[in-house]
């Protein structure tokens, strides 16, 4: 995606960290187009776009509450547990 856009990704992220930490919790909700995760629909699942996310997660100190994607044009859901900063 570019070190642009992920720059601005870990910017946005940490700004959203620091209101979470002064007492605005809202949910954080990630949209992309191509999913991290795919189990069918004809399209395979992102690697990259996963790392991505989580490398700017990571280096933001927050997880998301969802990530939405697009792409496989059916309804999946998949739960994922970490560890570490939410």
């Known amino acids: ?3 642009k ?3 601005w990704l870990v910017k ?3 700004s959203i960290q620091k209101e979470r930490q002064n007492g605005n919790s809202k949910a954080l909700i990630i ?3 191509h999913p ?3 189990g069918s629909g004809g ?3 992102s690697v990259e776009m996963q790392a991505d ?3 700017a997660c990571n280096n933001s100190s927050i ?3 969802a990530v939405l994607a697009a792409h496989a044009h059916n309804y999946q859901r998949f739960t994922r547990f970490t560890t570490g900063n939410n």
């Open 1 to 3: 995606i570019g070190q």
């Open 43 to 45: 399209h395979g699942s």
């Open 12 to 14: 946005t992220l940490a």
């Open 53 to 55: 996310i989580d490398d």
């Open 63 to 65: 997880m998301p509450d």
């Open 31 to 33: 949209a992309v187009h």
């Open 36 to 38: 991290p995760v795919t």
């Open 5 to 7: 856009q992920k720059d």
